[in-house]
């Protein structure tokens, strides 16, 4: 069975770091494209950032681009989400999802709540 | 960017009733456009993939149709458990995704 399960969220003040992390199991990691996708507290899906199988790509929203860093450890079977200089408009709840295909995102995980705020 | 738009933003159905949703793209995505379930506390499900493929487990009461820049879902005989938000997401511009602002199906 395909399991996703995100850690690393928490609260952190505006300009703060936090590092999430998504560990993947019940199917072969380096096979797969990955993503990060937040959800604003009552509001839509937005992308994030994705990776493809080997780490060598990355892409990001433009809203993330100069602060987050997606990154990945296949032989760990974990995903990564480096995130700096934190703003109040990054409050979200972070999903991570497998990404077939790719840009059929499969599989995701339970989320994990990120709070910025002073 | 690709921008998508759905709509309605939310509407009320009774079980049974036949329910469409509308996602219309910026610009034409050819058929790189899937379709998400999500309900409260829960992440998001697949449930249409290139356009008009059922995922793996969805039930054949729920599918997809369109081409280029206008795409429907469509529930038939909408069950107690497909009361949700939909989302639409388009593929097309590799690997920069993007999702519609959701539509919320409740009980009318």
């Known amino acids: 069975e395909v399991q996703l399960v995100e850690s690393g969220g928490g609260w952190v003040q505006p300009g703060g770091s936090l590092r999430l992390s998504c560990a993947a199991s019940?199917?072969?990691?380096?096979?797969?494209?990955m993503d990060w996708v937040r959800q604003t507290p009552g509001k839509g899906l937005e992308w994030v950032a994705n990776?493809?199988?080997?780490?060598?790509?990355?892409s990001y929203v433009d809203s993330v681009k100069g602060r987050f860093t997606i990154s990945r450890d296949n032989t760990k079977n974990s995903l990564y989400l480096q995130m700096d200089s934190l703003r109040a408009e990054d409050t979200a709840v972070y999903y991570c999802a497998r990404d077939c295909c790719p840009g059929d995102l499969d599989h995701w995980g339970q989320g994990t709540l990120v709070t910025v705020s002073s | 960017d690709i921008q998508m738009t759905q709509s309605p933003s939310s509407l009320s159905a009774s079980a049974g009733d036949r329910v469409t949703i509308i996602c219309r793209a910026s610009q034409s995505i050819s058929t790189y456009l899937n379709w998400y379930q999500q309900k409260p506390g829960k992440a998001p499900k697949l449930l249409i993939y290139g356009g008009s493929n059922l995922q793996i487990g969805v039930p054949l009461r729920f599918s997809g149709s369109g081409f280029g820049t206008d795409f429907t879902l469509t529930i038939n005989s909408l069950q107690r458990e497909d009361f949700a938000t939909y989302y639409c997401?388009?593929?097309?511009?590799?690997?920069?995704?993007?999702f519609g602002q959701g539509t919320k199906v409740d009980m009318k």
């Open positions: 019940g199917f072969t990691l380096s096979d797969y494209w």
């Open positions: 990776v493809n199988q080997d780490g060598s790509e990355e």
């Open positions: 997401q388009q593929n097309y511009r590799t690997p920069l995704w993007t």
